[in-house]
T-cell receptor, first 114, second 112 residues
């Protein structure tokens, strides 16, 4: 079945450094790839997403890249700050087919040390 | 504008008991979802409702039932709770099927 693998499971960086989280997906028909941030005790919140007709998307310190051939996509956070500490989830779905079945990765716990 | 609101936030059940998790959204969204979150497994879709009047199974529907009461409300029912259903449950909604999904704050359920 459809599967999304996310690495690493934990990531610790110094404030100001960059952080990269990678995901691979199995369903070649997937064409929508959102990233969610989950703070302790709260629900996941969308931080950025990308569709398969775009290779890269940037929003201030956050960027996402997509390689459809290799079936992987990555989240890049530059100039990390302590408030970036959270659990990050990638996900994939067949957006056009409207299944609503976002398949999530296992999550990455990011710790930014001041 | 509260977004997605779910109740209760915490619940402890005994094996075999039943309970219903309530969810309501005030964003006039058509689609609603129930996910469960377990350590190391990410979020898994239990059931979803693409529009009022329809419901469909997700990845892990066994042991659960849902009701789309109206456009605003989508409830999740555990008929006979089992320890394997100990989890954090998230309700979510989107404007239409496949659009950006917005999550509630979560309901922590423990079955003993």
């Amino acid at each position: 079945g459809e599967n999304v693998e996310q690495h690493p499971s934990t990531l610790s960086v110094q404030e100001g450094d960059s952080a990269v989280i990678k995901c691979t997906y199995s369903d070649s028909a997937s064409n929508y790839f959102p990233w969610y941030k989950q703070e302790l005790g709260k629900g996941p919140q969308l931080i950025i997403d990308i569709r398969s007709n775009v290779g890269e998307k940037k929003d201030q310190r956050i960027a996402v890249t997509l390689n459809k051939t290799a079936k992987h996509f990555s989240l890049h956070i530059t100039e990390t700050q302590p408030e970036d500490s959270a659990v990050y989830f990638c996900a994939a779905s067949r957006y056009r087919r409207n299944t609503g079945k976002l398949i999530f990765g296992q999550g990455t716990t990011l710790q930014v040390k001041p | 504008n509260a977004g997605v609101t779910q109740t209760p936030k915490f619940q402890v059940l005994k094996t075999g008991q039943s309970m219903t998790l309530q969810c309501a959204q005030d964003m006039n969204h058509n689609s609603m979802y129930w996910y469960r979150q377990d350590p190391g497994m990410g979020l898994r879709l239990i059931y979803y409702s693409a529009s009022e009047g329809t419901t469909d199974k997700g990845e892990v529907p066994n042991g659960y039932n849902v009701s789309r009461l109206n456009k605003r409300e989508f409830s999740l029912r555990l008929e006979s709770a089992a320890p394997s259903q100990t989890s954090v449950y998230f309700c979510a909604s989107s404007e239409s099927h496949g659009n950006t999904i917005y999550f509630g704050e979560g309901s922590w359920l423990t079955v003993v």
